[in-house]
């Protein structure tokens, strides 16, 4: 392969839904740009893409997939994407090095929720779309109905810069309105036979063909300007439009193929090699520092890794962009990540598992290196004298969590280890090791997507693995105030341990005045506060305590162990061993002794009294609530709000958006432990959803009690 400059770059995101032919329209334009001699299939497990055991296994895509094609003098990258929502992350991987999207869709479904999804992030990204109507040729293919779709959810923009002659299995031929030719194929696809345009097709097609003059003309001036005198424009005058309309987003072209066919693809690799913005069209990315960077090939050398896979016999891969510079095999640079310095022995160009050594890569080029010493996913390694840094990857937010823990105990530390490193292969994959519930947390985007990380444990790395339910983070709290005094005495020769507290505990909310008395039964407590401590929790909340002691009943150096015995409790809440929270104390007596009391008495005592007082203060136990949005499908709509209040969910509102209904809801964190599988089965996979924290708030009677006496169990027996 000969070495491209940056103007000779192109790096385009291969997107779409599950079950849209991404990989086999990847397995075709490689084909056509000879890369491959036949094209793979996903029956025979013999892909470009998916050529990991686990793709193989379930017959989905799983990773990404970088390859490199060479057209027409052109360098076009491509990273396929899987389809499923579980595998998201790699979209958003994909984005952030790319410079367009290309979203294929099964013209027999048209736009479904995953693409909607897709077209979502790349707006978040402001990265331009081309739509490839992709299985033109199936049973229930309808090209006009999936154009008003795309126009209904996306707008004018839409222009077709084709249109089938006929949808549907009888679909061999297309009319290209930017060329205003007839393309045409033979049963086995391939090269087409382009002719003029049939008397019977004009109309539509010069139609359709001014529409698109038009689009492309509003994006330039001059182009405008020529276009109002001569009503026409060059072909490379319309490309130019038409460009500088991707790159503002005025423009969502769409093009048709058939990828199994092999229909339109190559007339599509040309499209993607004239038309789509080179790497030095788009806007320069900034570092962390704000510094905007240009893909300048004499520019200071910088190079982003994007994706880290460990691949079969080969090991560690890691792939990169080249922000900067000229990246030459054999350099040195420091990696300003990690604060280490790495050597790139190799660097590779990647098509899919093959790699093929490179002597330089130029700015905006993508490769490979191998086994490399210290290179993690997002880091960025610069020359001598540069510290640039670039973080603009930012993933979804889990929304699938299972604790794991290894069938063998011995083998814990194993599986750490091997969680940090899978998480670095796909940063969508989270670990937490959770204190407070004391469980290892891993969070994905679905069942499918954590179902795939328990395959690679168990059948590449041998590690057998459970997955339990996450326990849930609950909070304890109290909703009216309380007494209560305790003695710790403790006398087995010499000396001994004693310490006694009195303290009153309430309920604390923000802005609320200072204690000054209380009244319980026929006892009045009249307070004056010596001195208040404010102590946030980690968890959430706050505990404030109040020194209101009189007359030395209590030494002020004991206050600061009476505390941690407090802390004790709201760490271990009394209730169900949960953190307790928004409590506040008031320490009002107490009694020590001249010899036997210290600080672990003092500790004990106030441990205990706390835990008396807020068992007789009406606790309550608080649940996490999480805002859930919903993308459905209107013919299920139905279906999922029930499920929804079936969960103990409130609708909170329903709206419409592009054509697909979105239900927002609050809903406990204890019910949502399967619901992606769940509105998976509802909607026969063509919904999507996001939750996120809202607030805490108080369980419902029932499930207090059903807490209480699991808790009371569990317990016993220990």
């Known amino acids: 392969m000969r070495i491209y400059n940056t103007n000779e770059i192109k790096n385009i995101a291969l997107l779409g839904s599950k079950g849209s032919g991404k990989t086999t329209l990847a397995e075709s334009m490689i084909f056509e740009c000879g890369v491959t001699k036949r094209r793979g299939t996903i029956e025979a497990g013999n892909t470009v893409s998916d050529y990991f055991p686990v793709e193989k296994e379930y017959g989905y895509s799983v990773f990404s997939t970088v390859f490199n094609a060479e057209f027409n003098n052109k360098k076009l990258n491509i990273i396929d994407c899987p389809g499923a929502d579980d595998f998201v992350g790699n979209a958003y991987t994909a984005l952030g090095v790319t410079d367009i999207g290309v979203i294929a869709i099964d013209a027999e479904y048209g736009v479904e929720v995953g693409t909607q999804n897709i077209f979502r992030t790349t707006a978040k990204l402001k990265k331009p779309v081309i739509f490839a109507l992709n299985k033109i040729d199936g049973e229930k293919a309808d090209y006009d109905n999936v154009m008003e779709q795309l126009r209904e959810d996306f707008g004018q923009k839409v222009i077709a810069i084709q249109y089938p002659l006929q949808s549907g299995p009888g679909f061999n031929a297309l009319i290209d309105v930017l060329l205003m030719k007839k393309y045409e194929w033979g049963p086995d696809g391939g090269v087409p036979t382009i002719s003029e345009i049939p008397e019977d097709q004009l109309e539509k097609a010069n139609e359709l063909h001014h529409a698109l003059v038009e689009a492309a003309a509003e994006n330039d001036e001059s182009l405008m300007e020529k276009y109002f005198e001569s009503g026409k424009l060059t072909e490379d005058e319309m490309r130019n439009g038409i460009r500088k309309g991707l790159i503002d987003r005025s423009i969502l072209p769409v093009i048709v193929v058939s990828a199994a066919k092999d229909m339109g693809v190559r007339r599509m690799m040309e499209f993607l090699g004239n038309v789509c913005p080179f790497v030095d069209d788009m806007p320069a990315p900034e570092t962390t520092d704000g510094i905007e960077v240009k ?37 040195d640079l420091d990696n ?121 444990l168990e059948n590449n790395e041998k590690l057998a693995v459970n997955f339990e339910e996450q326990k849930i983070p609950y909070r304890e709290t109290i909703t009216a105030a309380a007494r209560a005094d305790y003695r710790h005495k403790k006398q087995s020769g010499g000396s001994g341990q004693f310490g006694e ?218």
């Open 501 to 718: 507290v009195h303290l009153i505990i309430e309920p604390y909310t923000e802005g609320m005045p200072e204690p000054d008395g209380y009244k319980f039964g026929n006892q009045e407590f009249k307070l004056k506060i010596r001195d208040k401590q404010e102590l946030p929790l980690e968890w959430g909340g706050k505990l404030l305590v109040y020194n209101c002691t009189v007359g030395g009943s209590i030494d002020d150096r004991f206050i600061p162990a009476i505390i941690k015995g407090l802390m004790d409790r709201m760490e271990q809440g009394p209730l169900t061993g949960s953190y307790a929270r928004d409590v506040r104390v008031m320490i009002y007596d107490g009694k020590m002794h001249p010899v036997d009391s210290n600080e672990i008495s003092f500790r004990l005592a106030g441990r205990n009294a706390f835990s008396e007082a807020f068992r007789n203060a009406k606790p309550k136990i608080l649940e996490p609530i999480y805002d859930v949005e919903v993308l459905v499908p209107s013919d299920a709509m139905g279906d999922v709000m029930s499920d929804l209040q079936g969960r103990r969910g409130i609708i909170m509102g329903m709206s419409s958006e592009n054509g697909i209904e979105k239900i927002s809801a609050k809903v406990p964190l204890k019910e949502m432990a399967s619901y992606a599988t769940s509105l998976s089965s509802i909607t026969g996979g063509r919904s999507s959803f996001s939750m996120e924290f809202s607030s805490y708030e108080l369980v419902p009677g029932d499930v207090q009690e059903k807490l209480l006496k699991e808790y009371a169990e569990s317990h016993t027996e220990d």
């Open 336 to 456: 300003v990540s990690r604060g280490s310095k790495e050597r790139l022995a190799q660097i590779f160009t990647v098509c899919g598992q093959l790699r093929t050594p490179i002597d330089e890569l130029k700015a905006g080029d993508i490769g490979a290196a191998v086994k490399l010493k210290d290179v993690r996913t997002g880091n960025t390694l610069d020359e001598k004298g540069i510290e640039w840094q670039f973080d603009f990857i930012k993933y979804p937010a889990p929304r699938y969590v299972r604790a794991i823990r290894p069938v063998n105990e011995a083998d814990a530390e194993k599986l750490n280890g091997l969680l940090t490193r899978m998480h670095e292969e796909d940063p969508t994959w989270v670990v937490e090791q959770s204190k407070e519930l004391k469980q290892t947390l891993v969070k994905g985007q679905g069942e499918f997507h954590l179902r795939t990380l328990k395959w690679r």
């Open 295 to 331: 893909p300048d090939s004499n520019g200071p050398l910088s190079v982003f890794f994007f994706k880290t896979s460990v691949e079969p016999h080969i090991g560690e891969v890691s792939y990169f962009k080249v922000m900067s510079g000229t990246l030459k095999a054999g350099v």
